[in-house]
């Protein structure tokens, strides 16, 4: 395998992007966008969020040597960074990496502030940590979830299916990235070595339907099939810290832009090097979103993305005897049987109880949650009610 090509200049879109932005808007986009420019506004697409305020690049044709194009007086079309103001009071959810918004471009000395998240085509959501229900949006608008797992370490099979089930549900579609092939062992002229291989089959076995690349950013192998699955996409890399996510996205790039983490020799662990969610356009085509290993991913609405994990569950559940079956002790239970055969590894049913359970959970919390709400905004009505009757000399009741 050949190393990653060098990357592009930054600068003007490459052939076969022009007048096509860098960062992924589209025709559909632009005409929905209408009213927004009407109104001086600008598309950008969020590279970083902070407290307060986003980096974000600018989205729309552009031409970098024309001046007047529709960018709303910037005049570029690079790669270059905005820091934007989020205001306070900014309805909906807040901006997050991926995330396109209308910008307000900044004038007479005010600086760009965001004026409207725009509606999300997808997003990676996560139940935020720490016993609070309330979800979060890891990257909006991604079309592929890469879920990155090291070669050269054993895999966390159930994490693998936990990330599997947030990607299935994004909206977008999950891609396992095997890193690190070039481990001890490997056939430096491209075959996988004995212990990747095994690897592969262990993470393709939890996956059904996922596809599974096999990449190593020191040999390049694999490096041109991820680069050619990616071009066109906006990808999110997820996965533990250490697995190699930044590393990757350098790789693509052909440039270090991305920190990495040196792997603590007693654990294998790598640092949390990469501190926040940052957006990069690949030369190759593309986008990519690297983020930091997550400690908690917990569940959060998957009760489908579970469904596809688990597909084979799902099958062989057609064939018990109870149509509301849980596999659990009942009698005539074809899943319950697979593993008694050695077809189903009592691993992978002792997982999907177990994130069915948590998805149940956090479902039935976020249904309480909803109750509350509904009875507090019931309450602020009434209230209001009542000092309207009381503005017009009603009285208290
Ligand atoms: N041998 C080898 N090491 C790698 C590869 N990719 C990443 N690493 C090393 O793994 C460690 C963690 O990489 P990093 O990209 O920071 O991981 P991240 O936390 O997932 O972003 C670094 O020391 C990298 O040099 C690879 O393909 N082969
Ligand atoms: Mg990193
Ligand atoms: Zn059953």
Not at 154 to 183: H, N, Q
Not at 271 to 276: A, K, L, Y
Not at 286 to 314: N, Y
Not at 350 to 363: F, G, I, N, T, V
Request: hydrophobic letters at 40%; charged letters at 20%; a neutral charge.
């Amino acid at each position: 395998m050949t190393p990653p090509a060098p990357a592009a200049p930054a600068g003007p879109p490459r052939a076969g992007q022009r007048g096509a932005c860098r960062y992924g808007w589209t025709d559909e986009a632009e005409t929905a966008f209408t009213a927004h420019r009407a109104a001086g506004l600008v598309p950008a697409r969020v590279a970083r969020a902070h407290r307060g305020g986003c980096d974000v690049v600018l989205g729309g044709r552009h031409s970098p040597t024309v001046p007047g194009d529709d960018n709303g007086g910037y005049g570029f079309g690079g790669d270059e960074q905005i820091r934007a103001v989020v205001p306070p009071n900014l309805a909906g959810s807040p901006p997050s990496t991926g995330d396109w918004v209308a910008l307000r471009p900044a004038a007479g000395g005010t600086a760009a502030t965001i004026a409207h998240v725009l509606p999300r085509r997808s997003a990676l959501v996560r139940a935020a940590a720490s016993g609070r229900s309330d979800p979060q949006v890891l990257a909006a608008n991604v079309d592929l979830v890469a879920i990155v797992v090291a070669a050269d370490v054993p895999p966390d099979l159930g994490r693998v299916e936990r990330l599997l089930a947030l990607g299935w549900e994004s909206g977008g579609t999950p891609l396992i990235v095997l890193t690190k092939a070039d481990a001890p062992g490997h056939d430096p002229a491209g075959a996988p070595s004995p212990r990747t291989a095994t690897r592969h089959d262990e993470i393709a076995a939890v996956a059904p339907g996922v596809d599974v690349l096999v990449t190593s950013a020191v040999t390049g192998a694999g490096l041109d099939a991820l680069a050619g699955t990616l071009a066109g996409a906006t990808a999110v890399l997820v996965g533990a810290s250490g697995a190699g996510k930044s590393t990757l996205a350098n790789a693509l790039l052909g440039a270090d832009l991305l920190a990495v983490g040196a792997v603590r020799h007693t654990d294998g662990k790598g640092r949390h090097t990469t501190v926040s969610r940052e957006l990069v356009a690949l030369p190759t085509g593309g986008v990519l979103i690297d983020t930091p290993g997550l400690r908690a991913v917990g569940l959060w609405d998957a009760e489908d993305g579970l469904g596809h994990v688990f597909a084979e569950i799902d099958a062989l559940a057609d064939d018990c005897r109870f149509a509301d079956c849980g596999h659990v002790s009942e009698p005539g239970c074809a899943v319950l049987a697979a593993v008694d055969a050695g077809h189903l590894p009592a691993r992978r049913l002792d997982s999907y109880h177990k994130l069915l359970r948590e998805q149940e959970w956090m479902a039935a919390r976020s249904d309480a949650r909803l109750r509350a709400e509904r009875e507090r905004r019931w309450k602020e009505i009434s209230r209001a009610q009542r000092r309207l009757y009381e503005g017009r000399g009603g009285g208290r009741r």
